[in-house]
């Protein structure tokens, strides 16, 4: 294992000063070993897999980074660098995007810009260079998003559209006479033609104001006049001396260009992602621009996945697609037109009204029959094309109010981010969708935070995603690893996203241009782990919760569960009516979808997102008859006697509440009043939690469950709360032990302290503030051949009993006379003799890497400094240090005495720490520590007399770079930086049972 030096990336760097080249030339970090590839199935082969393959998964299990690039300014030399950067450092690809927020020069789009030969042939040497170190290349779709190419203009019709409308009040009678009213919202740039779908007219409601949207319109009033059009002019009168409105409407491209261009000459403008025609554009453009026979070979061989980020359509107007007349009609059963005002928006705001009721039902059938539109006409059609390419579809299926989740069982992998969604509730939308649609893989744009450039640190990074990985999410796109440099762009190099509009943006360019770099693999290895185990068998949830809408993005929760139930240890995820019509799961032994999710319990209640309203597809109804009549327990919350149909169309209503009457009736059915009534409906079912806790707990937890063994991976979700408490696991493996994961360190080990009652299994779980663990429960040993050679203790008052050489130990802080209790019910008692007082460390040696500008945008100049101190300090208190950014090592030598022995032992407490750290005892560096928890045993490391303890601790950027350039971080507060402490030794005695 080797840096770029040649080092032992674990050995100080002594060295007073030197240069570091960030890129376009020699990369600092840590060189990871390359593990061996992962098979392409979740599931395991055989008990031994898990022993195998957890300490360390292959490039498969690993995280990824967005891979941002300036246009094709970018030289094949160091695109090969980069890959072989993020492959030493234990991540397992990249996406590329062009993305340069930050960019201040032109970066000349007509010979570099996306899809140019010159981006064309930095692609082909991304993908080789990938497919030489096993790691795999996404591709962005276009250039930035949403999907765009350069070969429409706003008028054509694979062009993304739009309607406008017109229009013109009469009031006492006044005749129409002239030109059809023209649009309200005008024309983006570059709009320059557009076609009047229709001309209505309408009467406005008695009281109604011509000064205030919606403007209420009467609805049997609403006549088409468009046939007495002749060359844009119409002439009309209205019927009575009342108000009336003249209402136009023109469709025309919306002009929408991809984010933060121009990315191509010319410029590239949005297709129209609810027609066929514009999504043949893209996949146009790249089978005659970038698909040549190399890029087609190499995507076979190291490409990942076609990448699609989120639906941000924007328009003044209304959102449209030419053929939408009929495409509603077609989804719907009823013309759109007699409603087409009820659909018309401004500034996302309703412009027309008939009544609220009416108003909701027309624009939930709108978005519905954008969401099948976006699936028949977008999704579909990409994803057998990417198929044909060697490549999985992954997109990012919220935006609009659409069914989010039955796109997610349709993709290959979809994704959720950490920056724009709510709450973990968003992540459990795509979880639904993914399980019951058979898929592996739920993707997060990961860790991003605005105004966090240069300030963002691992650990809130790994604290962010570990929440995210117990609701369901199993693979990090982390944003990201920028291209080391662009025109223009300044020390430490071409940041896409800082600086933004002038100020701080968005996290983080991660990279050797970071101190924190040397540790990465550590922290990569974390993310390895917890993606192989989410990845491993099937997820297994208590919970379906329905919701009407299958919107995410929104941070809608479920009712009781979001907010007490997962503090309990419930675990839930969302489905829509539209889901289940797609992936049609069945019911069996009281399970819904027992091959995926095996959900335990279906909960609803009124539409969420529609005040309450009691509303459900009949054909929903009907499955949820069938389910209930299986034997699924559900819960169903509210007053259904007079259930509607979503939609215009209420003709189901009277059949509707008929299956709603007899689903109510079915004995496995617990009807409650309102949200506060949830548990009792579920204690009356006799329903609890396959993982419970006693008390609540910010713990959170995700499942997996093979053939050979059930997964658990725990999550603190508190920063302030430590969790320390017993965890109830109901479980399918007979006879099951339980083993603890450490997802740093890779090591498996029993759990000794355990007790089993029946198929419930208790062990205690202890998490710092945003740690996270993972549990094993195997009726093999994980950890050798045959049964275990040691007892079950069920109990005990030391503070541990633990396996050490194979052999159990009784552990202890304090000395004195413990108790073992057996799960037999014998008992054994132990004397700890004498345990060591804690000892605070001090008389430290501090030497610092001072990171700071060098000659050019990649280049680094490194001085050193060199301190005594009594004790860790941050170094915003320390001389010379203030500003600096870098890695500092600490050195200390305690003397344990001539009566350090083998029954004594002692945990290193770092106290506070900014930001990675890696802990080296008497010369032989430890394995990767929890960075979170910050307590490593050192025992096995120590020796009586004296022992030499270093600390090696790396910092982010941001108080180097607040004085480098002041007019863009200077308004960031500075970071508490290094080894903080108190730093203690913490001793404990143990002795064999």
């Known amino acids: 294992m080797s840096d770029s030096h040649g080092e032992d990336p674990r050995k100080p760097l002594r060295q007073p000063s030197r240069r570091l080249f960030l890129g376009l030339g020699a990369a600092l970090g840590a060189a990871a070993a390359v593990p061996p590839a992962l098979g392409g199935t979740p599931a395991l082969a055989a008990p031994g897999d898990l022993a195998a393959e957890f300490p360390a998964p292959g490039r498969a299990a690993q995280a990824k980074f967005r891979w941002w690039w300036p246009h094709g300014l970018v030289d094949p030399a160091e695109i090969e660098r980069e890959v072989d950067q993020v492959a030493d450092a234990g991540f397992g690809g990249l996406e590329i995007a062009d993305v340069h927020h930050s960019a201040t020069e032109d970066l000349d789009p007509a010979n570099s810009g996306w899809g140019t030969p010159a981006w064309v042939s930095a692609l082909e040497a991304a993908l080789a260079r990938a497919e030489k170190r096993g790691v795999t290349i996404d591709l962005t779709i276009g250039p930035a998003w949403p999907a765009a190419v350069p070969t429409i203009t706003p008028q054509d019709t694979a062009a993304v559209r739009e309607l ?46 011509t000064d205030k949207r919606p403007y209420k319109l009467v609805a049997d009033t609403v006549e088409e006049v468009t046939d007495r059009v002749t060359d844009g002019n119409l002439t009309w009168s209205p019927p009575d001396d009342a108000t009336w409105a003249v209402i136009s409407y023109w469709e025309r491209g919306s002009g929408q260009r991809p984010e933060r261009g121009p990315h191509t000459e010319p410029v590239s403008y949005v297709v129209d992602h609810f027609s066929t025609t514009g999504t ?18 190499l995507l076979k061989k190291a490409g990942g996945a076609l990448f699609e980020d989120s639906i941000e359509m924007e328009t003044d107007a209304t959102l449209w697609t030419t053929t939408m007349p009929e495409d509603f009609e077609r989804h719907t059963g009823y013309a759109l037109k007699p409603y087409l005002p009820l659909a018309i928006q401004q500034d996302e705001n309703r412009v027309f009204s008939f009544d609220s009721t009416t108003d909701r039902r027309l624009l939930d059938d709108y978005n519905d029959t954008l969401s099948q539109l976006y699936i028949d006409k977008h999704i579909k059609p990409l994803k057998k094309w990417a198929d044909k390419l060697g490549l999985q579809y992954r997109i990012q299926p919220y935006g609009l109010q659409t069914d989010a989740v039955t796109k997610a069982a349709i993709v290959d992998i979809p994704e959720g981010e950490s920056l724009g969604f709510k709450n973990l509730d968003d992540f459990r939308s795509l979880a639904g969708g993914r399980d019951l649609g058979g898929n592996t893989i739920l993707s997060s744009e990961a860790g991003a935070v605005y105004g966090g450039s240069y300030s963002t640190t691992w650990a809130r990074t790994v604290r962010t995603i570990s929440r995210e990985y117990a609701a369901g999410v199993n693979q990090a796109v982390l944003h990201g690893f920028s291209y080391a440099d662009a025109p223009g762009a300044q020390w430490p190099g071409f940041a896409a996203f800082t600086p933004y509009s002038g100020g701080i943006g968005y996290s ?30 099937a997820s297994t949830v208590d919970v379906a919760f329905l919701r009407q809408k299958g919107y995410a993005g929104s941070g809608f929760g479920a009712a009781y569960f979001s907010s007490t139930g997962v503090k309990l240890g419930w675990t839930h995820q969302f489905v829509s009516p539209r889901l289940l019509e797609v992936t049609d799961p069945k019911v069996k032994k009281g399970r819904l979808a027992p091959d995926g999710p095996a959900y335990r319990l279906l909960v609803f209640e009124g539409d969420a997102f529609s005040g309450r309203a009691t509303t459900m597809p009949l054909e929903t109804a009907r499955r949820l008859l069938r389910y209930a009549r299986d034997g699924l327990p559900m819960v169903i919350v509210g007053d259904w006697s007079a ?130 663990s993972a549990i094993a429960l195997a009726k093999h040993n994980l950890v050798g051949d045959g049964r275990p050679g040691w007892a079950v203790v069920s109990g005990t008052d030391a503070d541990d009993v633990v396996l050490s050489g194979g052999k159990p130990v009784v552990r202890a802080a304090e000395p004195g006379d413990y108790t073992v209790t057996y799960a037999d019910g014998g008992t054994d008692g132990v004397r700890v003799d004498k345990v060591g007082d804690t000892v605070e460390l001090t008389g430290w040696t501090l030497e610092v890497e001072d990171w700071r500008p060098g000659a050019s945008a990649t280049e680094t100049d490194i001085s050193s400094h060199e301190l005594t101190l009594d004790s860790p300090a941050p170094w915003t208190d320390l001389p010379d240090l203030a500003d600096v950014s870098g890695i500092g090592r600490y050195t200390t030598t305690v003397d344990l005495g001539e009566g350090w ?62 004085v480098f350039r002041p007019d863009v971080y200077g308004g960031a ?4 930086y290094g080894l903080i402490g108190p730093v203690r030794l913490v001793p404990y005695g143990q002795v064999e049972l």
């Open 164 to 209: 406008a409308h017109g229009v013109e009040f009469l009031s006492g009678g006044q005749e129409f006479a002239g030109a059809v009213p023209e649009p309200v919202v005008e024309p983006a740039e570059g709009v320059t033609e557009r076609r009047l779908v229709a001309v209505q007219v309408a009467r406005l409601a008695d009281g109604a104001s």
């Open 280 to 297: 043949q554009a893209v996949i146009d453009f790249w089978e005659e621009a970038i698909l040549n026979n190399r890029v087609r070979a």
């Open 508 to 537: 983080e360019s991660w990279g050797p241009r970071h101190p924190t770099w040397r540790h990465a693999p550590d922290v990569a290895g974390f993310f390895a782990r917890a993606q192989y185990l989410l990845r491993t068998g």
């Open 643 to 772: 259930p509607e149909a979503p939609g215009v169309d209420q003709t189901d209503n009277t059949e509707l509440a008929g299956v709603m009457a007899d689903l109510l009736a079915q004995p496995g059915v617990q009807q409650v009043a309102t949200r506060d009534d949830i548990a009792d409906g579920i204690a009356a079912l006799g329903l609890r939690p396959a993982v419970s806790y006693a008390q609540s707990s910010p713990l959170l937890h995700a499942k997996r469950r093979d053939k050979h063994v059930e997964l658990y991976y725990f999550a603190n979700g508190s920063d302030t709360q430590a969790v320390d408490h017993e965890v109830t696991i109901t479980t399918e493996v007979k006879d099951a032990r339980p083993y603890a994961l450490d997802l740093w360190s890779g090591q498996i080990t029993p759990i000794v302290v355990h007790r089993v009652d029946g198929d419930r299994v208790t062990v205690r779980v202890r998490l710092a503030p945003g740690a996270s």
């Open 901 to 962: 022995t083998g029954g004594v032992g002692a945990h290193l407490e770092l106290g506070e720490v900014t930001d990675t750290f890696r802990v080296t005892v008497n010369g032989t560096p430890l394995p990767p520590a929890d960075q979170l928890t910050r307590r490593v045993d050192v025992g096995p490391h120590l020796v009586k007399g004296k022992n030499t303890i270093e600390i090696e601790v790396a910092t982010t950027l941001i108080n180097r770079m607040r």
């Open 973 to 976: 507060a500075r970071q508490k």
